[in-house]
């Protein structure tokens, strides 16, 4: 008795693997531990490659934020920005919307590399109860697409003594949108700080 021979054509899709972004960095000014910013105006600015992206990350993490019991609140980066050294420059702005805090992030691209397209898997069986043949081919469909993996790093800055309170930076992991990763940079960051005891 022979068993029938027939075709069996698979698709196969490269699925990127779920994973969290990895903390690279953390540090925290002890003496602000167990000060709650719990419900404190916090002035969120994002600096970035563009202003799309810039929009997308203070968005991200205004939304985090707020969900965390903060009072946060977003301000472009060039409105915001006054004289001065670094994250300094961003303080005038926030003890004028009578910010408690300003959360400074940087948003930039860590890494980027090919994802190989996806490929067609098919194999033919065959033969008699004793013999069998068996042939595979995978063939790719479509081309190879670039991935880039961004880094969020983020202070909390006291205003009115001018110190940082908490730095930390966080990479995610690469994904097709843009938007998927300031999320999970946005977690990251956020639970830092809370493990940090800020809030």
């Given amino acids: 008795m022979t068993r029938p021979a027939f075709p069996l054509i698979t698709l196969v899709l490269g699925l990127a693997a779920c994973a969290t972004p990895r903390m690279e960095a953390e540090w925290s000014d002890p003496a602000f531990a167990g000060q709650a910013l719990r419900d404190a105006p916090v002035m969120v600015v994002c600096e970035a490659a563009d202003d799309a992206t810039e929009r997308l990350c203070i968005e991200t993490l205004v939304s985090e934020f707020?969900?965390?019991?903060?009072?946060?609140?977003?301000?472009?980066?060039?409105?915001?920005?006054?004289?001065?050294?670094?994250?300094?420059?961003?303080?005038?702005?926030?003890?004028?919307a009578g910010a408690r805090a300003a959360l400074v992030a940087r948003?930039?691209?860590?890494?980027?590399?090919?994802?190989?397209?996806a490929s067609v898997g098919i194999g033919i069986g065959g033969g008699s109860r004793h013999f069998g043949t068996d042939i595979g081919v995978a063939l790719p469909v479509g081309?190879?697409?670039?991935?880039?993996?961004?880094?969020?790093s983020a202070s909390l800055i006291e205003v009115a003594s001018r110190k940082v309170m908490w730095s930390a930076k966080a990479v995610a992991p690469a994904a097709s949108s843009q938007q998927e990763q300031m999320g999970e940079l946005a977690r990251a960051l956020a639970n830092s700080a809370h493990k940090a005891g800020l809030f």
């Fill in 66 to 96: 707020k969900n965390r019991g903060l009072r946060a609140f977003g301000a472009s980066r060039l409105a915001a920005a006054n004289q001065g050294a670094d994250t300094e420059r961003y303080l005038p702005a926030a003890q004028s």
């Fill in 107 to 117: 948003l930039s691209p860590e890494a980027t590399y090919m994802e190989p397209p």
């Fill in 143 to 152: 081309s190879a697409k670039p991935r880039t993996a961004y880094s969020g």
